[in-house]
């Protein structure tokens, strides 16, 4: 699809990758921009629609799909962290706490706004997911989350073909965002990593592959032995990573 003329929703888009797709989808030339965040008054990009949107509430979701019944594209963006492996301390609680938002926040917003979407003549959804989707490290349980969302993703893209509903999983190494603000290593800027995902939406593209990371270790997963049998961490430090 294109973004020029496009009514898109992001969530997440106070800040970070969030805010670098409003920009980007305002710069485009999409029609509307419905910025959603937990707290709307924390969006100050100027000329998006500011939204109220927790994507851990039903009822926040709900709203969501009624007030922004015009939406073509959805950019299910908003995401957490959480450090430490599966066998450290409080691993269980960061597991659930990000699987309700990385997972189950963008499984409620698919759900809620299908039917929006086939409305509006399909449109796409975006998911912004990671290498961490493919591989495990220091985020073990985030990277969990991030396999589920893939699933989510690949199985979207199959359920909602034949409401013409494009399917878009964005994968990417570290970007310099909050999220990975503690993580010393070298890292693609967002606005990078935005534009290559919305020239792949344009393009018609399923998955993008926004850095040279994420190509190296999707070329990985079917290597002997496979890169998932290894940390993210040491491919990060053996990978020679641009940084735009």
């Not at 699809?1 to 888009?13: E, Q, R």
């Not at 920009?23 to 000329?47: I, S």
């Not at 985030?142 to 979207?156: F, M």
């Not at 878009?168 to 995902?197: F, M, N, Y």
């Amino acid at each position: 699809m294109k973004v020029a003329g496009s009514i898109a929703l992001v969530t997440g888009a106070n800040r970070g990758l969030g805010l670098a797709f409003a920009r980007a989808l305002k710069e485009m030339g999409a029609a509307k921009v419905y910025a959603a965040a937990r707290n709307p008054e924390a969006v100050t990009l100027d000329g998006v629609a500011p939204l109220k949107l927790d994507v851990t509430s039903e009822e926040d979701v709900a709203a969501a799909a009624r007030a922004a019944a015009d939406v073509n594209l959805l950019v299910n963006n908003a995401g957490i962290a959480r450090p430490g492996g599966f066998l450290a301390d409080g691993a269980v609680e960061a597991a659930r706490e990000q699987f309700e938002v990385n997972f189950v926040g963008p499984l409620r917003m698919a759900r809620a706004f299908a039917p929006v979407l086939a409305k509006n003549g399909g449109g796409a959804i975006i998911n912004v997911l990671s290498i961490a989707s493919w591989m495990s490290g220091p985020l073990a349980t985030y990277g969990a989350s991030k396999s589920a969302a893939w699933s989510l993703t690949n199985g979207l893209r199959i359920e909602l073909a034949q409401q013409d509903t494009q399917v878009v999983g964005l994968h990417a190494g570290l970007i310099d965002t909050d999220l990975a603000r503690d993580i010393d290593a070298p890292k693609s800027s967002p606005e990078a990593i935005v534009r290559a995902t919305l020239d792949a939406l344009e393009r018609g593209d399923g998955q993008v592959l926004a850095d040279e990371i994420s190509r190296q270790v999707h070329r990985g997963l079917s290597a002997d032995p496979p890169v998932y049998f290894q940390s993210a961490a040491a491919l990060r430090s053996r990978a020679a990573l641009p940084v735009d």
